[in-house]
């Protein structure tokens, strides 16, 4: 039986997207995150990108200032974000790929192809004391080449799952995405990587997630910031984390009988 509690990292970069689209201060990415606090999550997670175009510099220095919960910095493998995360020293590095042009973070990254430029970034922040995890697609490859650069953590890309889901719902594809998830998640255990699973995570889609096992963390934005419009943050937060919760505690209980 494993009921060990399944964190939840609140990605906090789409408060600061509609902050950005006017300017100013309003609405505060740092007010969200002790909101977050405050509702449940374990974690703040936000996305440093090249252009900016979500979270500043000025609100990493914020966040590490007035948030006391871990912070988790999402970073591409570049000089500049290294040595941001180096100044900064946040709890967590989460290494990502980066392309200008993408809406969002497309896939995962390539560590069988990257291994030579990823280990570069995984030693320099693995020297400073910073938890780093790779960004992969639930793919065993991937995964071995991760445990090979000595990374401590992946956090598995779900996106494949969630958008199955939107198309077929509990259908062949979706199963398919999640038993990818699912052998995934155990190869981990297997090669001694602490696993973590994010991006396109909803209501309908955070269960069987939530219900593996060997996940410790979820990572979770869009959705989170998209629902508060209708419901607000605090609730948004606290259905997302009672939603966790059952489906780790309904896993356990199975297992157990
Ligand atoms: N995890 C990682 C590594 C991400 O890049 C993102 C998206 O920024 C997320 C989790 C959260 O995804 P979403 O905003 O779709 O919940």
Known sequence: MNQTHLRLGVNIDHVATIRNARGGGHPDPVRAARQAAAAGADGITAHLREDRRHISDNDISR?????????????????????????????????????????????????????????????????????????????????????????????????????????DRVGARTQAELARIVGAAAACAELGLECHAGHGLTFDTVAPVAAIPQVMELNIGHFLIGEAIFCGLDASIRRMRSLMDQARAEAGGARSA
């Open 63 to 167: 966040l590490i200032d007035s948030i006391d919960l871990p912070l988790n910095l999402e970073i591409a493998a570049t000089e500049e974000m290294l040595d941001i995360a180096l100044r900064h020293r946040p709890h967590a590095a989460c290494i990502v790929p980066e392309k200008r042009q993408e809406v969002t973070t497309e896939g995962g990254l390539d560590a069988v192809g990257g291994h030579n430029h990823l280990q570069y970034y995984v030693g320099k922040l693995r020297d400073a004391g910073i938890r780093v995890s790779l960004f992969v697609d639930p793919d065993i490859a991937q995964l071995e080449a991760a445990a090979a650069l000595r990374a401590p953590v992946v956090e598995l890309h779900v996106g494949a799952y969630c958008e199955a889901h939107l198309e």
